[in-house]
């Protein structure tokens, strides 16, 4: 009889030692996964930043190189000309042109007599 309870307490004793083991290890891949959990939306954070940043500098790169073509179309329209189709058909393509960059984000700033 106390044979059978040696055997008992030592097979409870390596269970229990089996259910250390496996808490120790449920316990490290729950610490694993959260780190990774982390780890994944600090990417997706800081990809959502660098694409914002990107297209704000694509957007002003593109913007550079289009506003000497505003001016020229703005100096063409104060230009002085008989024929009024002509005057008419640059007018409409100044607009046309004005609302594209405004649907980018660009917009004339009024600056005369005016403080920043």
């Given at each position: ?8 307490e030592?097979?409870q004793e ?8 496996m ?19 600090n ?12 297209y ?10 289009l ?14 000309t008989t ?13 046309q ?19 920043f």
């Amino acid at each position: 009889m106390e044979e059978n309870k040696n055997e008992e307490e030592k097979v409870q004793e390596v269970q229990n030692l089996e259910t250390q083991k496996m808490q120790e290890e449920l316990e490290n891949t729950t610490d694993r996964l959260k780190r990774l959990m982390a780890e994944f939306d600090n990417f997706k954070k800081r990809s959502a930043k660098e694409r914002e940043t990107l297209y704000s500098s694509i957007v002003g790169d593109v913007a550079c190189k289009l506003l000497p073509v505003l001016d020229n179309l703005e100096k063409a329209v104060s230009a002085e000309t008989t024929d009024a189709n002509y005057k008419q058909g640059v007018d409409l393509v100044l607009k046309q042109y004005k609302e594209m960059l405004k649907s980018f984000g660009i917009e004339e700033i009024e600056s005369i007599r005016k403080s920043f």
